[in-house]
């Protein structure tokens, strides 16, 4: 197996986007191109989750291909819900590392405010189990709801612990001009006023607006190269280290231990063993915090704190930028916005321009070692990645 | 008649499933469709549950009820929730009923109350 590096990386603001979504992926795709010095490549993989039922568009592979003068080279779009990304990544690993290409580019998209929030929330409630759980109205936020409840009883997780990550993750935001939220909250604006509840309403109890991630569009894009060909290019020596990727039951009622994410700690696990690594070198992670509980849970399940503790290294700001192990310096998914076929791609993104210094105010200082973690269903499908900076 | 949920035991080793599989979780090792259907319990214990305030387009509902139950079999279920204090832990009991409706179909599933 040849080891494969990550040689450019390009990213649309996250926002709502009036373009055509193939364009959305062409622009991220092109800013990645001109950063890795490329302008022809093997293979394209395209992420998305919604084109068909959202966008009344498919095969959207060909279409980016084509837009942006690829031709004649292989394309395939990868639907894979909300971990769609970083499975096209993993895809895009495995063509240059089995020799069969030498020059990838690997881009998400999503535009998902075509339609209003209603369909939005419906689209995503799609991936649910169809007839035990779709058929009752479950939505994803449902779903973290009855799981967040769960762990508040368990491990005595509350809603100030929730308000922390969405107030982290938000405010992070601010250093990331390619983020969605651009608007600073407090814990008094969302949690300790009397106009808290008028500003933070319940989504589904005990979750709240704030809580969740925003409904956004946007792409992100990098190329994946051999070692050859990223030593030619002359771009940093960010090497994708190691894959892991885990799936769990459809119906999230089956699952032994209802506070478990064991998809998600499988992942972690392997992409560890791959790369040589554990928990502890991870320098600066980006985790799939949709719902600000997930960000705790995730952080326990990848192994940076003990199962149940997760909450207790947010309060001692472990996982703020300057702690032991930041978590979503760029704002997560929660500030700089969930496109669901982009996001696995855009925590790459974050990762290698954490690993090339070019953080400026929310940089790691001196990262050499990151991680991804990309959640998709609720927890039935994971991909985590890690990135190492070489030279 | 009252209506039923049925979860799928497998004829080779017993294990039950639900939702349905085509190969047994267990054995791996059935042939097609060798399941027996086994009426889900209707009584139970909620293991958690919320209120959703934003539906799915198809529900002119203001907010919803949903939770996971215990059933007394141990097997485990999502169904709508009518209780207006919902508490984990509380004995429930469910009926089948409608869930969802859209244009030509109605789709039915468990509705629990507290018992």
Excluded at chain 1, 109 to 137: C, K, Q, S
Excluded at chain 1, 155 to 179: D, F, I, P, S
Excluded at chain 1, 184 to 203: F, H, R, W
Excluded at chain 1, 267 to 295: K, N, Q, S, Y
């Amino acid at each position: 197996m040849r080891d494969v590096y990550v040689a450019g990386i390009g990213i649309t603001t996250f926002t709502r986007l009036e373009y055509p979504l193939s364009e959305i992926a062409a622009y991220a795709s092109m800013m990645a191109l001109k950063d890795a010095g490329v302008t022809e490549v093997d293979q394209l993989y395209v992420a998305n989750m919604g084109a068909p039922r959202v966008n009344h568009q498919t095969a959207l592979a060909s279409a980016v291909a084509d837009t942006l003068s690829l031709l004649p080279a292989g394309a395939a779009a990868i639907e894979n819900g909300p971990a769609s990304g970083a499975a096209a990544i993993k895809a895009g690993f495995q063509a240059v590392a089995s020799g069969l290409d030498d020059v990838v580019l690997v881009a998400g998209v999503e535009r998902m405010r075509e339609v209003n929030n209603l369909e939005a929330t419906d689209f995503i409630a799609t991936l649910t189990h169809p007839l035990t759980e779709y058929i009752y109205g479950v939505t994803l936020p449902a779903h973290a709801a009855m799981f967040t409840r769960l762990y508040m009883e368990k491990y005595g997780v509350t809603e100030r612990h929730l308000a922390m990550v969405g107030v982290k993750n938000q405010n992070a935001a601010l250093n990331n001009e390619w983020a969605h939220l651009q608007q600073e909250i407090s814990m008094e604006g969302i949690l300790d006023s009397p106009e808290a509840m008028t500003n933070n309403p319940y989504v589904a109890e005990p979750l709240r607006f704030f809580d969740a991630c925003p409904v956004s569009d946007g792409g992100a894009a990098i190329i994946l190269v051999s070692k050859e060909k990223a030593e030619e290019l002359g771009r940093p020596l960010i090497r994708l280290s190691g894959i892991g990727q885990a799936t769990d039951t459809h119906a999230v009622f089956e699952r032994e231990e209802p506070t478990d994410l064991l998809a998600v700690r499988k992942a972690a696990e392997d992409a560890f063993a791959m790369a040589g690594l554990t928990p502890e070198d991870v320098d600066v992670a980006e985790l799939h915090d949709a719902f600000t509980i997930l960000e705790i849970v995730e952080s326990e399940e990848v192994g940076f704190f003990p199962k149940g503790e997760g909450h207790l290294a947010l309060e001692k700001g472990e996982t703020a930028l300057g702690g032991k192990i930041p978590i979503n310096v760029g704002g997560g998914l929660k500030g700089r916005g969930h496109p669901v076929g982009a996001t696995g791609v855009a925590q790459a993104w974050e990762i290698v321009t954490q690993l090339r210094g070019d953080g400026g105010k929310r940089q790691v200082e001196g990262a050499r070692i990151g991680l991804t973690l990309n959640f998709g269903g609720f927890g039935n499908n994971v991909v985590c990645l890690t990135f190492v900076r070489e030279d | 008649m009252a209506r039923e949920i049925y979860a799928y035991k497998c004829r080779l080793c017993d294990t039950m499933h639900y939702p349905f599989r085509m190969v047994c979780k267990g054995c791996k090792q059935n042939d097609f469709f060798e399941f027996d259907t086994v009426p889900l319990p209707k009584s139970g214990t909620l293991l958690t549950f919320t209120r959703v305030y934003n539906l799915p387009a198809q529900y002119d509902v203001a907010t919803l009820g949903l939770g996971i139950v215990e059933l007394e079999n141990g097997m485990r279920m999502l169904g709508q929730l009518e209780i207006d204090e919902p508490e984990i832990g509380m004995a429930v009991k469910g009926s089948v009923d409608v869930v969802r409706k859209e244009a030509y179909d109605d789709y039915y599933g468990m509705v629990f109350t507290a018992a």
